[in-house]
Structures are given as C-alpha cells and as structure tokens.
C-alpha cells in the first residue's frame, strides 16, 4: 500500500526504538611538511627630486624582480603590491616646503623549493634599501592534505559509532547525517607563522659589499591541519537485558 507523503508520520530526530540513532563526532590531526613558503619584499627609494625617486624606485624594484625571476621553476607566483610614493615637508619660515620624496613598492614571491629560498632571501636582504619578510609556511589551498584530513575524520566517526553500537551487541544500520565542522581549521594566516629565526632583513645602503653573504639556513615549519565532522547513525535494536 502506498503511503501518502502528506500524511505519513514525521521521522524523530532523536530515532525511535525500532530505530535508534547513534550521533558521534569523528576528528583527525595531521602534521605535514609545507608544500609553499612566501615572502614580502619592500623596496624604498628617497630623491629630492620626485622623477628621480621615482626613476630610482622603478629601477630597484626591476633589479628585484629580476632577480626573483632567475629562479625559474623555484618561484610559483610572484605578486606585486602596495605602491607609494609622497612627500616629506618640512617647516620653511612661515610655511612648509617639500624636503624629499619618498617611493616604496612591496612585492610577495611564493617558493616551491627551499633551498632556493634560503639563498634568494640572502641575496635579495643584500640590496639597498630593500626589506625582506618572511618566510611564511602554508599548504595549498587545494592540497590533497586537507582531503586526507577530511576522509580520515570521516573514518574515525564510522569507527566511533561501530565501537558503540558493538557495546550495546548490536551494529549499524545506516547513515543518518554527515555534517562538516570545518575541515581545514588550520592557523589564521594558513602560513604556518616564522621559521629560522628570520623575521626581517633589510639593507640601507652605505659601502658595498664585495663578498657574497652566505644562504640562510630556513628549517620549514611543519603544519597542522585538523578536520572534524559530526555523524549520526541509525542502528539495529539491541537486545537490553538486566
């Protein structure tokens, strides 16, 4: 006999004792190495001519670029940023006068090979007037880490609910709901934070340098991406006895 959709019974959320329901959470936690690291690069330039600062900045900030790019295949991504440049006034008299102009413009490269990185962060901290930060670790926002995370979560609900169900001496029945709790809770700034004791180097000019500094040494920071999901489950009516 078919039954009416308008007038069948609404289904308890909280299973029935021909039903009952089994709701459990299932986590995981892995910890990996980074797959990207980035790094912010700033070039300043001051003139008291504005051409000038700005014909110093565009030359500064191609010898960067430049000089990133002859790392090939090393360097996934390079993305310029923030530009400026303005004035510095200074009181004259009675009123003000313009001292220097001064031009900045940020630069954020993104690195598959860390051994490059060690050596290219070295040699760009080595140039005038140019500020390197970093490295930020990270995974890629598609990375088959954040998947195995999710399935393991998955996995460890199932298991969960199984040990419970063989409690009572009985098993699962079927899959009620599958909720995702966020699966890639992993740090703000997904980059993992600093590593190798390097923040920031900058360079200020003054007399060259006719020696090559040696690479850094940058130990990848390991990162941690967690997933959760809450399952409930029907099971087969155990048998309760006294």
């Given amino acids: 006999m078919d039954t009416d959709p308008d ?16 709701a ?10 980074p797959e990207i690291a980035r790094i912010g690069i700033t070039v300043h330039a001051r003139g008291t001519d504005r051409r000038d600062a700005l014909n110093d900045l565009t030359r500064r900030n191609t010898t960067v670029l430049d000089l990133i790019k002859t790392y090939g295949e090393a360097v ?38 860390f051994t490059a990185l060690g050596e290219l962060t070295t040699r760009l901290a080595d140039l005038d007037l140019t ?19 999710r399935q393991q979560a998955v996995r ?9 169900a063989e409690a009572l001496g009985t098993g699962l ?28 180097a ?11 500094a040696p690479p850094l040494d940058l130990e990848p920071q390991r990162q941690h991406v967690y997933a959760q999901v809450n399952a409930r489950f029907t099971m087969t009516p155990p048998e309760l006895r006294p």
């Fill in 7 to 22: 007038t069948a019974p609404a289904a308890t959320p909280y299973g029935t004792p021909a039903a009952p329901r089994l």
């Fill in 24 to 33: 459990v959470r299932g986590e995981a936690h892995l910890e990996v190495d």
């Fill in 76 to 113: 996934e991504k390079i993305e310029s940023g923030a530009f400026s440049i303005s004035p510095e006034l200074t009181k004259h008299g009675r009123g003000e006068r313009i001292r220097a102009y001064h031009g900045r413009v940020h630069t954020t490269a993104e690195l598959t090979d």
């Fill in 131 to 149: 500020r390197v930060e970093g490295p930020w670790w990270a995974l890629r926002a598609d990375s088959p880490i954040h998947r195995r995370a």
């Fill in 156 to 164: 460890e609900a199932v298991q969960r609910a199984r040990e419970y």
């Fill in 173 to 200: 029945a079927a899959l009620v709901e599958l909720a995702d709790l966020g699966a890639d809770n992993a740090p703000a700034q997904g980059y993992g934070g600093f590593a190798g004791g390097m923040r920031s």
């Fill in 202 to 212: 900058v360079a200020y000019g003054g007399a060259p340098d006719l020696t090559e």
